[in-house]
């Protein structure tokens, strides 16, 4: 475990150096949700059903810009072997990957919240529980999922390309159970329904973690 935080401290401080990717993902969100806030007045009922659906593919975009970063330094710099033979195993060196990502993703969340809210018409503090316990839930399974596959493309030229291709169908499951998770903490719906659809975004995180757990090593020793 100690290696895994150390790969991933050692990555959020060269992003935290850097700021550029942070700064230019939180433009691109801003711009996003600007963009689709404009089709119809704030609080309105429409607005109100879209949101959601926008935020999550707000977050969607960005991360996927994110995981192309995950081994960028490393496949630049020729050090992507030399990661492998430090004393981490590869497990580690996926756990500590995905929990960098997952804290970059964060970041980027905290920042699009209180901008998302104004801009569509929502207390910041309403359903806070549920909003963010789908946004924590929801982003460890997408970043589970899209490290493994991060790994499987590092060497390929279309890898900018393939990756979204490859990881939106599969994360599917998350993205609505996202998206069914925030709409009911903005519009006040049922918490029954909104901790049945949490459970489902626990389950699709144990099956993500596992299979980039058991198959991540497999796929960078080929």
Known sequence: MRGAM???WKDLVLEMRGREVIVLLSVFGFLILTLFSLSAQAGSPALTELAPGVLWITFLFAGVLG????????????????????????????WGKCLSTLIFILVFQALLWPVFTVLYGF???????????????????FVALGVLLSSMTIHLRSREMLLPLLLFPLCLPVLVGGVRCTTIALTGGDPGLAWIWLGRLMAFDVIFISLGTLLFPMVVEE
């Open 6 to 8: 150390a790969i991933a």
């Open 67 to 94: 995981l192309g970063r995950t081994f960028d330094r490393e496949r630049e710099n020729g050090c992507f072997h030399g990661l492998l033979l430090s004393p981490a195993d590869p497990v580690q060196i996926y």
């Open 123 to 141: 207390s910041p503090i309403k359903g806070v529980f549920f909003a963010w316990a789908g946004f924590v839930l929801g982003d460890l399974g």
